[in-house]
């Protein structure tokens, strides 16, 4: 099983910059950020598979930029915004019909911890 050790977040203003990483020990075929807000389902934020083949939710679309580097996984934030405050969670995620990755929940095998992006206006 993949365990996940994630650094990063923190606090910053509106406009401004975050990097969050992920240390993956083992295989998982998609590379998964997702992100809860309070109140708020937890919702897929941008996905790598094996591939370096990349996808991001609407919302996030030429802000965010996920990336991968052997076992690290990194998620560069830039332009934040206050809807952004979250709790973001790095993920194994199975794909979708053996090589599609859906930023989908229900597919994930295993989560990080968790590391809090808290962005003011």
């Known amino acids: 099983q993949v365990r996940l050790v994630e650094s990063g977040g923190g606090s910053v203003q509106a406009g401004g910059s975050l990097t969050l990483s992920c240390v993956a020990s083992?295989?998982?075929?998609?590379m998964t950020w997702f992100r809860q807000a309070p109140g708020k389902e937890r919702e897929g934020v941008a996905v790598?598979?094996?591939?370096?083949y990349t996808r991001y939710a609407e919302s996030v679309k030429g802000r965010f930029t996920v990336s991968k580097d052997n076992a690290k996984i990194t998620l560069q934030m830039n332009s934040l915004k206050p809807e952004d405050t979250a709790m973001y969670y790095c993920a194994a995620e199975r794909p979708f019909g053996g090589s599609y990755c859906v930023m989908s929940r229900f597919n994930v095998d295993t989560w990080g911890q968790g590391t809090q992006v808290t962005v003011s206006s």
């Open positions: 083992g295989y998982s075929y998609c």
């Open positions: 790598i598979d094996k591939n370096g």
